[in-house]
Each structure stands twice: as structure tokens, then as C-alpha cells.
């Protein structure tokens, strides 16, 4: 199996520019299947923490990067949607969240808020022994004890020092909720008519934004229920593909890369 990702057929949701190189690090395998961002790609291209792999590798060795409360060494690791990314020895937090142009982005947040992560329930399935076992959108499994309230497409805050649920969110008309794939990636909205379709197609949402009011629909698949921290953040500047945390921009004909980076990243 190659070890090489070619930048034109990079996922969408990445944050690299498709035309500055040919390759870019290939993601390791685990959360978030192929929309999974190697670490070394938040690291080196969106934060400019590192301007090498090589660099990065070093960080990731001190055991000061921290994914969903648990310290990274593997700068293949991929990172994506509603990932909580902590740099203690900074005191800079983040969530992993789509922009609206469906590239995966940095909100800053605060440590508290640090201290869980959303997850959308994508699978209820019964497991040996008679539990009932939830599936997250990025491969988490949680065994819940009232299995009866949870079902596919709500959403749970879980804390990270112990994977307890600490909320729950319903997916249902009137929820607050957010499209984070599609025409519409980005965009928050409260749901107004859940549309359930009578063959195989996708159930449509369609959703008053929030802050003007307008209506825009997209598919029941690209619909995660959110709480109104959500909206708090989306005033936040971010950290987006195109700077650092420090407000300096990565250069788009480098793409943040050194010259020596690319036999390096290979």
C-alpha cells in the first residue's frame, strides 16, 4: 500500500491546497475513516506549529498535543469533525469544525468546553450479553443502560477523561442543529420539517438559518444536532486553513511546507 496521498484527490473537507505540490502525507488508519486530517496537516499547514515533519514528529513526542483528552504521538493520525485539539503547554484549545466551504476548520474554545466532544449517534446495535451499544460518527462505541431514549441521528456531548454522556440531543423539529457536508457545509439553522421520503432516497431537512432567518434545505445524511455553545463559537474568529493561531498566513504557493518537506513527507 503506497504511503503517498496525491493532493488532487485529497477529501474535500481537507485544508490543503490541491495545486501547490503533488503529494501531501497520507492518514493513518482510524476516526473518521477517509475525512479523517493527518495530525501532521493541522500541525504544519493550518497552525504552523511545525514547518516539517520532522519538526512535528519531535512535538508530537512530548506528549503536549492532545486529541479528545488523550496525548498523540502519531502525526498520521487523522483529526476531523467536532475533535477536540488541546495544547496545554499554549493553553490554546480548539474544536474541529466545518467552514462553509466544507473544509474542515479550527474554532477556538476554552478549557472547559475542552474537556468533551460531540458526537452524532450513527449505529444502536445490541451486543453479547444483552447491552445495547451506540456508534459515534467517528467510531466511538458507548454502552448505554437506557438505551430506549437514544436513537440514530441525536447527538451526545461525551465527556473525555471517562467517555460518560454529560448531554443529550434530540434530532427533531425545532432542534438547533448544523449541515456539515453539501452545498449548505457550515451553516447553522434550527430545524423546521424533518421530510421523510417514501423510497430509499434521503429523508430532506429544511432549516431557518440562524441569525437571518433564511430557509435552506439539504439532506437528513449532512444534519448534526448541535447546542447553542455552537453558536457562541461560530462568532469566534478561527483558526481556518488559510492562517495560524497567531494571524499569520501560510503561504498559499508553499503551503506552508519547506523546500526539503516534500522528499521528508514521503
Request: avoid cysteine.
Amino acid at each position: 500500500m503506497t504511503n503517498h496521498q496525491k493532493r488532487l484527490a485529497a477529501p474535500e473537507s481537507w485544508p490543503v491546497e490541491r495545486k501547490t505540490e503533488m503529494f501531501t502525507v497520507k492518514a493513518d488508519a482510524g476516526p473518521h475513516g477517509d475525512d479523517g486530517v493527518p495530525l501532521l496537516i493541522i500541525l504544519r499547514d493550518v497552525l504552523g506549529y511545525a514547518d516539517s515533519r520532522k519538526e512535528a514528529r519531535y512535538a508530537l513526542t512530548q506528549d503536549s498535543v492532545i486529541i479528545n483528552g488523550t496525548p498523540v504521538s502519531d502525526e498520521e493520525r487523522p483529526v476531523g469533525m467536532f475533535d477536540i485539539l488541546a495544547f496545554d503547554e499554549r493553553e490554546e484549545f480548539y474544536r474541529v469544525f466545518p467552514d462553509e466551504g466544507g473544509r474542515l476548520s479550527l474554532t477556538p474554545i476554552d478549557e472547559e468546553s475542552a474537556g468533551s466532544k460531540l458526537g452524532r449517534i450513527a449505529g444502536k446495535t445490541h451486543v453479547p450479553g444483552g447491552d445495547v451499544q451506540l456508534t459515534l460518527h467517528d467510531g466511538q462505541t458507548l454502552l448505554v443502560a437506557e438505551p430506549g431514549q437514544y436513537s440514530v441521528g441525536d447527538s451526545l456531548v461525551v465527556a473525555n477523561d471517562d467517555d460518560t454522556i454529560v448531554a443529550h440531543f434530540e434530532y427533531e423539529e425545532g432542534a438547533l442543529a448544523t449541515a456539515v457536508a453539501g452545498q449548505h457545509a457550515g451553516q447553522i439553522g434550527t430545524i423546521d420539517e424533518i421530510q421523510v421520503t417514501a423510497s430509499s432516497s434521503d429523508n430532506n431537512v429544511l432549516l431557518s438559518a440562524h441569525g437571518d432567518g433564511e430557509r435552506f434545505e439539504t439532506v437528513e445524511e449532512y444534519i448534526v444536532v448541535i447546542d447553542e455553545n455552537f453558536v457562541e463559537d461560530d462568532s469566534t474568529d478561527t483558526a481556518a486553513e488559510s492562517g495560524d493561531a497567531d494571524g499569520e498566513t501560510v503561504d498559499p504557493e508553499t503551503d506552508g511546507q519547506t523546500e526539503s518537506d516534500t522528499e521528508d513527507e514521503t
